[in-house]
């Protein structure tokens, strides 16, 4: 087997801030389409200055979900967003055969990109991994000749949801330089220096490293990243943004300054995981998207909920939500 670079054979992610959307349910535990549907067109709108947008990401809740309801929200999504907007959708499964269904759904609803996580249930080798990888972008790539229109595939290392599957540089870069539709990847494991090995390897024109969470955004984007796919957009993605913004125009010092204010934000949220994450995107995103009235946490509470059977967080909760982040809600409402 050659490890000669091939050329992509589909456009890398643009680079920027992506947001991995979360799921809305209705009180009785059903997709709750309509303020979803808000929810899209807020985030995709041109004042957030997004990227794209990725739909059924481990925010997304997808592994809560049927695959009806993961096909639903792509569609939606696709219907929702303007034009030309960027999709990027999660399809991983425990089987490359859960896989498949869900990279054919995804094609089926118009997405740009598919996301997918290391086969690990059952934790695997290398070899495993990577032939896994292979299977993926083979069958993306027969389907793009069939459709007429072929995705570009998105490795996702998170380590903390796949059983402590941790794909190294060496690794990701083997699968890359096989696949030519392998266009880009999420680093959720924080390690900047991933980034800044796979940014030295691959220009960007044949891949995009994407960090996993927004406050290691500048420290990815100083040695070479395309940005950074990050739930925190979820609460506020007009300053993760503008972060971004700042950077890529050289006001390094305004960058910092308040790239420091979000990381302090999104550490109050961090113990909370994908609860506190929903909760402060009702509090803030969701009233500004029309979803819910300002100042009605009852309301947020009951549409910004991860599915049962995870439990909702209280009432105690969402107030230190909003008194610990209300300062950075101003900074959002400012840009």
Known sequence: ??????????????????????TLFSPSDTLDLASQSLYFQYLSQPSTGLSGLLVLGTNGEPFLLTREERSSLLHLARKTVPPGFPIMAGVSGHSTAQVREFISDAQAAGADYVLVLPCAYFGAKPSVVEGFFREVSQYVRQLGRERGKEMGVVIYNFPGVTNGVDMDSE???????????VVGVKLTCGSVAKVTRLAAEFGRGRFSVFGGQSDFLIGGLSVGSAGC??????VFPRVIGRVYRLWKE???????????????GEQKLKALGVAGTKLAAGIFTGVKAGVVKEGELEGVEGRFRMRAPYEALGRGESERIWEGLRGLDEVEKGL
């Open 229 to 234: 796919v990050a739930a925190f957009g979820n």
């Open 1 to 22: 087997m050659s490890l000669a670079m091939a050329e992509a054979s589909v456009p890398p992610p643009p680079p920027g801030l992506w947001v991995p959307s979360i």
């Open 250 to 264: 050289g006001r390094t010092e305004e960058a910092l300054e308040l790239h420091r204010k979000a990381a302090l």
């Open 171 to 181: 690794m990701i870069s083997r699968i890359v330089k096989e696949n030519s539709n």
